[in-house]
């Protein structure tokens, strides 16, 4: 399989424990329980992509190196959320030895936090029951989907959202790599979108690389299908402070020449009200009043208006704001 055909992120998903980014609160707490030979059941729990699944799988090799495949179940709670699947396959898997010179074999249930209540009390007898054949590690996005006798067995590590240099780093590796010639402003979009996710910044990396050429700020954006907010900015600055007219024959042209989704527009025309690098320069004492114009005209879409319509109600009631102030 070629390397084009194959998911990056899976492809350079760290192996060892002290190869994974950031969380080194984690990995220094997760190694110590290795070294003691100690392990109780774990709950993972944070934002997407910041390494939950990355740091079992890497648990899993440590314990059981190359038969870590053998001795390790790992399923989908929110493929199979019911009290089927915990009677099924974890008890069933539950109730064996592992093949190899370890005491317990490892089920690892990713997006735990979607587990029916009943499957998690199902879970929980399991826990109680073999406590000497298996060990748990659940995956959650939020704790609170998790009920307290399963979070009372667990000993719980947080998954902080990843450092920005972080995320730019790990890509501009990946990208040298696969002989990826990648921008700035490339990464600099990247991590707009991904937000500290690094699934979902490898996977749009991946995406613009497909596209063939340099990837740069525009590619990125087009790769996933959304408009460049530098483009927008520059239509939202044309529509507060100059021809307003032609601001709006630039948005009917974004939305309905190239697909631009009027919710990405909204939230990018937000992003330039709160920043305080914006061209706009909304003074302090108005942001509040322009931040609730916003959160408006973006209910109003999300209730099914017309997209185009809330996008030109919005920039005409920021120009009329910042023209006027609190008139």
């Known amino acids: 399989m070629s390397s084009e055909e194959v998911l990056w992120v899976e492809k350079y998903r ?5 190869d994974i980014i950031d969380q080194d609160h984690v990995k220094a707490r997760v190694k110590e329980m290795l070294a003691n030979g100690n392990i ?3 709950l ?21 190196g190359d038969a870590w495949r053998e001795n390790v179940l790992e399923l989908n709670a929110s493929d199979e959320r ?3 699947m915990i009677r099924e396959k974890v008890k069933e898997f539950a109730k064996t030895m592992p093949t190899v010179k370890a005491p317990f074999r ?15 009390q199902a879970l929980r007898r399991i826990m109680e029951m073999y406590t000497t054949s298996v060990r748990f590690i659940l995956l959650a996005n939020y704790p609170s989907g998790i ?8 000993s719980l590590f947080r998954f902080s959202p990843l450092p920005k240099d972080a995320v730019l780093g790990r890509l501009r590796e990946i990208a040298s790599k696969e002989g990826v010639k990648v921008t700035d402003d490339a990464l600099e979009a990247i991590w707009d979108v991904s ?53 709006v024959r630039e948005v009917m042209s974004l939305i309905r020449d190239e697909g631009a989704d009027p919710l990405d527009i909204i939230k990018i025309i937000h992003r330039e009200v709160v920043s305080a690098a914006s061209q706009l320069k909304v ?5 509040p009043k322009a931040v609730y114009i916003v959160s408006e005209h973006h209910y109003r879409l999300l209730r099914g208006s017309s997209g185009e319509l809330q996008v030109y109600g919005l920039l005409a009631r920021i120009r009329r704001l910042l023209r006027e102030g609190y008139k």
Do not use: W
Not at 106 to 120: R, S, V
């Open 82 to 84: 019911g009290i089927a």
């Open 147 to 154: 009920i307290e006798p399963i979070q009372s067995r667990c």
């Open 14 to 18: 760290p192996s060892r424990i002290d």
């Open 40 to 42: 109780p059941h774990l």
């Open 283 to 287: 003074p302090e004492e108005l942001k």
């Open 106 to 120: 490892l089920i690892i249930l990713d997006e735990a936090d979607n587990m029916t209540p009943d499957a998690q």
């Open 195 to 247: 937000q500290g996710d690094m699934r979902k910044a490898i996977n749009t990396l991946q995406a613009a690389a497909s596209l063939g050429g340099v990837v740069d700020e525009e590619v990125v954006y087009k790769a996933l299908g959304k408009v460049s907010p530098t483009k927008v900015r520059t239509i939202v600055t044309e529509a507060v402070v100059g021809d307003f007219g032609k601001a």
């Open 44 to 64: 993972f729990f944070g934002p997407p992509g910041t390494g939950k699944t990355t740091m079992a799988l890497a648990i899993a090799r440590e314990l059981y």
